[in-house]
């Protein structure tokens, strides 16, 4: 999930939080990320605090690829691909906005962790752990990236087999669920729509002040240097968030009458999209 917060979902995205996609540890567009898409809420009803259901979301993307063999750490899906020796030291890594150094550490023949650090602060960390079957990877990520972690869990069935004396890790995995669990940082962002002014702030400390039609502003607190654009389309408000002036990820907000904001998070980076609901907190 940009670093509000879905993309948690996101990010995630929210989703994949911390996984090959997360920040800190390579990809976390979900956790700060659900903050971000939901910021993107300009309607005349945003006014408020409002919490992702996790119950509603659906996720639609690629299968995430991992390889850990004979001490070398790979995955070739993450955005952007990371190769580095699993030896739990720190390793210097590019392109990432919210990790330069990362590091990979096997636990044992089924667990392996992984840790991403900035300017020499832990930003996110990652624990795969792969049921005794081998078919089921679940992700428990913790991140910290904001000025309060989220932390939560989300799992992958195998749909490719481990090479020969490779890591358990190892293999093709597809989400097919949502997040077993996100912490309620990653998952509520509060709106103040003042004139043709959104105000965003989310508890894990990100905020922008964003002229509806107007130009990118960037996202306060995210470490990562996103920025954020909104515009109108319909009942919908559109938030564009970019990187170094690239398109990252695409969130489509739509006031219900029902009472609900129903979301389409495209991460444009990793090819995924998360559909979801929020509900009204107050």
Same mark, same amino acid.
């Given at each position: 999930?940009?670093?509000?917060?879905?993309?948690?979902?996101?990010?995630?995205?929210?989703?994949?939080?911390?996984?090959?996609?997360?920040?800190?540890?390579?990809?976390?567009?979900?956790?700060?990320?659900?903050?971000?898409?939901?910021?993107?809420?300009?309607?005349?009803?945003?006014?408020?605090?409002?919490?992702?259901?996790?119950?509603?979301?659906?996720?639609?993307?690629?299968?995430?690829?991992?390889?850990?063999?004979?001490?070398?750490?790979?995955?070739?899906?993450?955005?952007?691909?990371?190769?580095?020796?699993?030896?739990?030291?720190?390793?210097?890594?590019?392109?990432?906005?919210?990790?330069?150094?990362?590091?990979?550490?096997?636990?044992?023949?089924?667990?392996?962790?992984?840790?991403?650090?900035?300017?020499?602060?832990?930003? /996110?960390?990652?624990?795969? +752990?792969? =049921?005794?079957?081998?078919?089921?990877?679940?992700? @428990?990520?913790? #991140? $910290?990236?904001? !000025?309060?972690?989220?932390?939560?869990?989300?799992?992958?069935?195998?749909?490719?087999?481990?090479?020969? /004396?490779?890591?358990?890790? +190892?293999? =093709?995995?597809?989400?097919?669920?949502?997040?077993? @669990?996100?912490? #309620? $940082?990653?998952? !509520?962002?509060?709106?103040?729509?003042?004139?043709?002014?959104?105000?965003?702030?989310?508890?894990?400390?990100?905020?922008?002040?964003?002229?509806?039609?107007?130009?990118?502003?960037?996202?306060?607190?995210?470490?990562?240097?996103?920025?954020?654009?909104?515009?109108?389309?319909?009942?919908?408000?559109?938030?564009?968030?970019?990187?170094?002036?690239?398109?990252?990820?695409?969130?489509?907000?739509?006031?219900?009458?029902?009472?609900?904001?129903?979301?389409?998070?495209?991460?444009?980076?990793?090819?995924?999209?998360?559909?979801?609901?929020?509900?009204?907190?107050?």
């Amino acid at each position: 999930m940009h670093k509000t917060a879905i993309a948690a979902l996101a990010a995630a995205s929210l989703i994949a939080l911390a996984g090959c996609k997360q920040a800190g540890t390579g990809g976390n567009e979900a956790a700060n990320g659900s903050a971000n898409a939901v910021a993107a809420t300009g309607a005349a009803s945003i006014d408020g605090t409002w919490k992702t259901d996790l119950s509603t979301m659906t996720v639609d993307a690629k299968p995430d690829q991992l390889l850990l063999k004979a001490g070398q750490f790979s995955c070739p899906t993450c955005t952007p691909p990371l190769a580095i020796p699993a030896d739990g030291a720190m390793h210097a890594v590019t392109g990432r906005p919210y990790a330069d150094h990362i590091s990979v550490k096997v636990d044992d023949d089924h667990n392996v962790t992984r840790t991403g650090q900035k300017a020499g602060k832990t930003t /996110g960390t990652a624990k795969y +752990s792969v =049921s005794a079957d081998g078919n089921t990877l679940t992700v @428990s990520f913790d #991140d $910290e990236s904001g !000025t309060k972690p989220v932390t939560g869990s989300y799992t992958e069935n195998r749909v490719g087999a481990a090479p020969a /004396g490779a890591h358990a890790i +190892s293999g =093709s995995w597809k989400q097919t669920k949502p997040p077993t @669990s996100v912490s #309620d $940082e990653g998952l !509520t962002a509060t709106f103040k729509l003042d004139g043709n002014v959104l105000h965003m702030t989310a508890p894990t400390g990100q905020s922008y002040d964003a002229t509806i039609g107007g130009p990118d502003v960037p996202i306060k607190g995210d470490i990562g240097g996103t920025t954020a654009a909104v515009t109108k389309n319909g009942d919908s408000l559109v938030e564009t968030d970019k990187r170094n002036g690239k398109v990252v990820s695409v969130t489509t907000m739509t006031p219900g009458s029902d009472g609900k904001l129903h979301v389409v998070n495209e991460d444009k980076l990793g090819g995924s999209t998360a559909k979801f609901d929020m509900n009204k907190q107050s």
